[in-house]
């Protein structure tokens, strides 16, 4: 049985997995020490949970339990990573390099560094979403102290690449800092491979608890320091004081074991799930998927439906939960930044939807959005202007719109 | 956010979809609005030689739910209205009648002057001036 609303936004955040909360619940009533008190078996407990935890989410990502500095999620971690490096290396320079399609926990901390003296260089993507090492290379200049690149894009999926980027750094002597939230746990991520210093990663976007996160800060070469943000109690290696989220870490180290070892088996089933979906809505004439699709996360499509506004589309598919590019709800009529700096026309950025499978998707629930979904379009392509336009072989371009 | 259900109700079944010859004289058609902003709106009229009631009207948008649904709910109230009374209906009507949220006031000024642009249409084609547009909204 179909039951509805289908979940298909996992790239806002997933559903826990049953098995991360079974691991949670001893951490909050029986086991509830503060795992910074040395003195009685409360805290050791808890200390030693937290432990395991890192070691469980180490593993994950290759790394050294010691690198794992817990926090409160992805965003945290990216101003913990961005300013923290403003800080700490105020003396050897104050150019940073990002993209303009980085989530907006990197945009605005950038924002927020330029303000208090920071040059910023915003690479362009091209038009499938990706950058090139060329791009990286020609901003670098003598005083950049940091490199700030997704791994994997949280709207349309498409995977950065990120290895010859941390090597181009390293030349450098450039620190390399990626937010991989969309990343790990979905595909493999390898700080020691993929040359990472520090990397923002989040529990929530892969089966585990909301408010817990992680920053890896690389420790041996080079060992990488930053500036804590929060100060305090000195937790966490001194970089972010707090008492520590014992059952949320423990959710997160479970989550990160569970991926690691389901990883192959799941990401075989999603993709094939999403491929499935992507070739039938690609039957619709006019349909477009967004972004490069060979360097792409498995579980995500970015679909644009041409001369269907996102919006009114969201509405007529009111029994799948997705997310749109189109953010006419908002106060500003814009839509996604991503798909615009993609270059993408107004209308695909307008009509776009995206797509997040996950680990607990069924077949069934995506036989049930691919037919949901050619409904939807067709109906609104139906009472669509546009669409009746673009029937009778009139150019949109030529018409002169009578703008709002 | 919550759609009212008017807005629902117009959504899932919108009145008088569709296209009217645009050549002909006793047809007024508006298009209002532009693709980058999101929101699109055809609407037609077709008005009685005779009487001056405007017996018919259709539309189609590209847009959010509401903008479907104001300019629904615009081709039922214009029709059995003459032109003149046509002129009257205000976006603020239309607010009310669906519980547009504030976010969502400006698709009721699109259906608002998409009304105006089609009666403007419709009266230079029998010879009459274009209303002067006393409520300029873009």
């Known amino acids: 049985m179909l039951k509805l609303p289908i979940y298909l936004d996992n790239n806002a955040t997933t559903p826990m997995d049953p098995r991360v909360l079974e691991a949670m619940l001893p951490y909050f009533i029986d086991n509830f020490g503060n795992a910074a008190s040395r003195n009685h078996s409360f805290g050791w407990k808890a200390e030693e949970a937290v432990d395991y935890a890192r070691e469980q989410i180490a593993a994950l990502i290759n790394a050294d339990s010691k690198e794992i500095i817990i926090t409160s999620g992805a965003t945290e971690s990216n101003n913990l990573a961005i300013k923290g490096v403003f800080e700490m290396y105020a003396a050897k ?64 999926g498409v995977i950065q690449p990120v290895k010859e980027i941390s090597k181009l750094c390293k030349s450098k002597g450039i620190l390399f800092h990626t937010d991989a939230t969309q990343a ?61 989220n014992v059952p949320g870490i423990v959710g997160f180290g479970k989550a990160c074991e569970i991926c690691r070892l389901d990883m192959d088996a799941d990401t075989a089933r999603i993709s094939k799930l999403r491929d499935k979906l992507e070739t039938e809505l690609l039957t619709l004439e006019e349909s477009y998927v967004n972004g490069n699709r060979e360097h792409r996360l498995p579980h995500v499509s ?103 | 956010m919550a759609y009212s259900e008017k807005v629902i109700d117009h959504y899932s079944n919108p009145r008088n979809i569709g296209t009217l010859d645009k050549s002909s004289k006793q047809v007024g058609t508006g298009l209002v609005g532009a693709p980058e ?19 018919d009207a259709k539309f189609k948008t590209f847009g959010c739910g509401s903008a479907i649904a104001s300019s629904s709910l615009a081709t039922e109230w214009l029709k059995g209205k003459s032109v003149d009374d046509a002129l009257k209906i205000d976006n603020m009507d239309i607010v009310e009648e669906l519980a547009l949220p504030p976010v969502k006031i400006h698709c009721s000024v699109l259906a608002e002057d998409a009304i105006r642009s089609a009666i403007n249409d419709y009266r230079v084609k029998n010879g009459l001036e274009p209303i002067e547009d006393s409520k300029k909204h873009y």
């Open chain 1, 93 to 156: 320079g104050n150019h940073f390099i990002t993209v303009e399609t980085e989530h907006k926990a990197v945009l605005d901390t950038c924002k927020h560094i330029e303000k208090l003296g920071a040059e910023v260089t915003y690479l362009k993507a091209r038009e499938d979403g990706l950058i090139t090492i060329e791009q990286v290379e020609a901003a670098i200049k003598p005083n950049t102290v940091l490199v700030s690149v997704m791994y994997a894009n949280n709207e349309i």
């Open chain 1, 184 to 244: 790990v746990g979905k595909i493999p991520v390898d700080v020691i491979a993929d040359g990472i210093d520090l990397m923002s990663f989040s529990a929530h976007k892969m089966y585990g608890p909301k408010g817990v996160g992680a920053l890896y800060v690389r420790r041996k070469n080079p060992r990488v320091k930053v500036t804590a943000q929060m100060d305090g109690g000195g937790h966490e290696r001194g970089m972010r004081s707090g008492t520590l």
């Open chain 1, 302 to 404: 970015n679909m644009s439906f041409k001369y269907v506004e996102g919006e009114g589309l969201i509405m007529g598919v009111k029994d799948i939960a997705v997310s749109s590019g189109s953010a006419c709800t908002s106060a500003s009529l814009e839509p996604s930044y991503v798909l615009k700096a993609l270059g993408l026309d107004d209308e695909l950025a307008h009509s776009s939807l995206r797509f997040g499978l996950s680990r607990f998707t069924t077949e069934e629930e995506v036989d049930f959005a691919i037919a949901h979904v050619k409904e939807a379009v067709n109906k609104l392509r139906e009472m669509s202007p546009l669409w009746e336009m673009f029937k009778e072989g009139i150019d949109l371009k030529t018409i002169v719109w009578q703008e709002h």
């Open chain 2, 37 to 55: 902003c999101g929101d699109v709106m055809r609407l037609q009229i077709e008005v009685d030689e005779v009487t001056g009631i405007i017996k």
